[in-house]
């Protein structure tokens, strides 16, 4: 019994690594209506950016609110550029975009930086967490600001001016226009919102993968999986996703055997095509109509 | 909340290609089959290598061509068929000693199985999350070739070696020229049968649930049949493609099939044109020749350059090398004129 808990405690503090992760994915596909394959490469190159700034000698948490700013401004200027462009173009044509756009930023960061691991400090410390061995500070924080993030965001599209728009210009694009939203604007904010909350992701999970260019490969998929599960179109669920991921993971490497590391991936595939087809709405999104 | 909000118009997921489009006239048809044919007996050995290569890709991004310009769905996952291709291929050559041209169709058969019965699930999904669930399979695909239970056959980690074939009937000629024309014989009899499927009924089906999935159903078509059916064919001659890279390349390794393979076979068919069959081989020679040149320019930044190249094609010519050759048909009819 104590192994089963322990193991459920370890489950929730990685998947506070992928929750984070897919509450990104989620934002930008509210915002419009496409799964991002390049969000974990933004991630990665915006935790190298803070890693950089710190080799600099700025203080961790000023490196924290540059880093974040800078991903705002990336995330908005990646849209301007090459996605806007885009946007009445066929899904077919996005998907291409986004691979290209994974393909530039992992070469350019791996050739800034190059393909060498990397420590990457933590706030919070590493120390065992209220005694517990399993469960670190570092992770303890990691579920802390992962549930911070997803209150502020709440509060954000429930109660904010700005946020409505958001709201409304991703469900009903053309009625928010005529009630004077800019929704252009509003999907170039999408975007920004999701590079940053990505940025946060993956400055909270490099003290844990280490930092170089690849390190977002698997925490990616599991981040899928773990939006899928929740429903792609509700941040709550990604982040109970996350969570649920975490835990599945682990139990599954501890009691199934023969699941362990090496089957990692798999699991996560299993997982996405099961919760697709068994209910492709996810646990808490809500099911979409098609019009004919 | 109201009803209206959960109702979305959805954009078609690739463009229509009308039928006629997707192919090659008589004439030109006749030019490249000679060039094709008569090229490799002027050039070095490892050049041939590298034109049987292209066939090969050829094929894969021409399976890909007649999942995603045929019938609309999408797959980032065609280096797992690839990989099973491969992988049934070199096991049945050197674990049960069969001649390697017997394994092809073997191979093509036990993809078209794997790709129908993952075509399964995939009918349920569409678009962005085709492309998730397909993604997930080619990650997954590397670790599952890796997994100690199938150590004997596959060699784990260090993969499996096969043994190049000789030319049969004495012929005096290399190996590699025996293995490229063997392998643009085989690229002939998919292509042609790609092509006459294509103008099939089946073809005619597959175009009709890529344009309109619900007006297919009321003409009568069983989507779900014909979807799953695009996904075994696509699975099948990649898996051929794939068997004939194993005994190309001497050599089957978990690592030589990762994500990386499926997205330049996916980069491949967008380069060449999607739903335009010829352009298989253009997107073919996009994806062997152009990270030889990226890396040329400057090492390491292959992939930011491959990255580049491809929004290039996307904004400047987003039917890729069809466009382009409709561009060049018409220049040349104006001079002709003129």
């Known amino acids: 019994m104590e192994l089963f808990t322990n193991q459920i405690l370890a489950g929730i503090s990685t998947g506070a690594i992928y929750a984070c992760m897919a509450l990104a994915v989620v934002m930008i596909y509210q915002a419009i209506d496409h799964l991002n394959f390049a969000q974990g490469e933004m991630a990665m190159f915006s935790t190298f950016v803070s890693w ?4 600099w000698g700025v203080p961790y948490w000023g490196a924290f609110i540059i880093t974040l700013a800078f991903s705002f401004a990336g995330g908005i200027v990646i849209e301007r550029l090459l996605f806007k462009p885009l946007a009445k173009a066929p899904i077919l044509t996005n998907v ?19 393909f060498t691991i990397k420590q990457y400090p933590t706030p919070f410390g590493s120390h065992p967490f209220l005694g517990s061995q399993l469960i670190s500070t570092h992770q303890a924080g990691m579920i802390g600001v992962t549930v911070l993030l997803l209150i502020a965001l709440f509060f954000f599209f429930r109660f904010t001016r700005m946020g409505l ?33 990505g940025s946060i992701a993956g400055m909270l999970i490099a003290p844990v993968v280490f930092l170089e260019p690849n390190m977002m490969g698997g925490v990616l998929i599991y981040g899928f999986a773990a939006a899928v599960l929740g429903g792609l179109t509700s941040p709550f669920g990604a982040v109970i996703g996350g969570f649920l991921v975490g835990i599945f993971e682990n139990l599954a490497g501890t009691y199934i055997p023969g699941v362990g590391n090496e089957l990692k991936l798999p699991i996560a595939l299993a997982l996405i095509i099961t919760v697709l087809v068994v209910k492709p709405a996810g646990l808490f999104g809500r099911p979409i109509v098609k019009r004919v | 909340m109201s009803a209206i909000d959960e109702v979305v118009t959805e954009a078609p997921a690739v463009e229509a290609v009308p039928k006629r489009a997707m192919t090659l006239g008589t004439g030109t048809s006749l030019i490249m089959l000679g060039l094709l044919i008569l090229v490799p007996l002027f050039v070095k050995n490892f050049i041939i290598f590298q ?13 890909l061509n007649i999942l995603t310009g045929g019938s609309g769905q999408f797959s980032l996952g065609q280096s797992a068929f690839y990989a099973v291709g491969a992988y049934t291929s070199a096991i049945l050559i050197e674990h049960a000693g069969m001649n390697y041209a017997l394994t092809l169709p073997i191979a093509g058969i036990i993809c078209f199985g794997f ?27 590397p670790q599952l070739l890796k997994l100690g239970y199938f150590e004997h056959w596959t060699g784990g980690v260090q993969g499996l070696v096969v043994t190049k074939p000789d030319a049969p009937f004495g012929l005096k000629i290399s190996q590699d020229m025996w293995l490229y024309y063997f392998t643009l014989a085989v ?12 103008r099939s009924r089946s073809g005619r089906a597959f175009m009709a649930i890529r344009d309109n999935e619900i007006a297919a159903s009321a003409m009568g078509i069983d989507v779900a049949l014909y979807k799953t059916l695009a996904f075994g064919v696509s699975a ?3 898996g051929v493609a794939g068997a004939l890279g194993a005994i ?27 739903g335009w069959l010829p352009g298989s081989i253009v997107g073919s020679a996009f994806i062997i020749f152009v990270p030889n040149i990226a890396e040329g320019i400057s090492k390491g930044l292959s992939g930011a350059v491959f990255g580049v190249l491809l929004f290039l094609v996307i904004f400047l010519v987003p039917h890729g090398a069809r466009q382009v050759a409709i561009v060049g048909q018409q220049l040349f009819a104006k001079l002709k004129k003129g």
Do not use: C, H, K
């Open chain 1, 52 to 55: 950089q700034l710190m080799q």
């Open chain 1, 96 to 114: 291409a975009g986004f691979i290209a756009l994974f393909a530039i930023i992992n070469s350019v960061a791996g050739l800034i930086w190059d």
């Open chain 1, 165 to 197: 728009a958001m709201r409304a210009a991703a469900s009903l694009p053309e009625s928010a226009r005529l009630v004077g939203i800019n929704t252009s604007w509003m999907i170039a904010l999408g975007w920004g919102m999701a590079a940053a909350i």
């Open chain 2, 51 to 63: 034109l049987t290569m292209l066939l090969i890709y050829g094929l894969a991004v021409l399976a």
């Open chain 2, 115 to 141: 790709g129908f019965l993952f075509g399964q699930p995939a009918l349920r999904l569409s678009g962005v999350y085709l492309a998730l669930a397909t993604f997930a399979l080619a990650t997954a695909m």
């Open chain 2, 187 to 198: 690229t002939i009899a998919i292509y042609v049968f790609s092509v006459n499927l294509l």
């Open chain 2, 236 to 238: 099948g001659i990649t």
């Open chain 2, 248 to 274: 190309a390349v001497q050599f089957v390794a978990p690592d030589s099939y990762t994500i990386t393979l499926a997205i330049s076979l996916f980069l491949g068919m967008v380069v060449g044109g999607v």
